[in-house]
């Protein structure tokens, strides 16, 4: 089992800044990647950026340029710069280890304020 606890969202204008912090626990040993996931009202959730083990990084289109996912397996962070409204949204922490088992943190509210 791993346990993941987000954390850092809150509410910014507009071209602000935010930065979510992820730590996790428990059997890191078989996690390949740790994931940033958000989920805006009525949306499905959304891959924001992902780093593995390796230390691989990818982001989406959306984010490319502003956003930067940062840690390792243990801890990760995204550091979000020049947010916009369509950025609002709560933000999830995964760990994968499989297509079948992957861990979810309890979620973290960013809003922005246009």
């Known amino acids: 089992q791993v346990q993941l606890a987000e954390s850092g969202g809150g509410l910014v204008q507009a071209g602000g800044s935010l930065r979510l912090s992820c730590a996790a626990s428990g059997r890191l040993f078989s996690i390949y990647a740790m994931r940033w996931y958000r989920q805006a009202p009525g949306e499905q959730r959304e891959l924001v950026a992902r780093m593995t083990r390796g230390g691989d990084i990818n982001y989406a289109d959306s984010v490319k340029g502003r956003f930067t996912i940062s840690g390792n397996i243990g801890h990760i962070y995204l550091q979000m710069n020049n947010l916009k409204a369509e950025d609002t949204a709560v933000y999830y922490c995964?760990?994968?280890?499989?297509?079948?088992?992957?861990?979810w943190g309890q979620g973290t509210q960013v809003t922005v304020s246009s």
């Open positions: 995964n760990a994968f280890e499989t297509a079948q088992k992957e861990y």
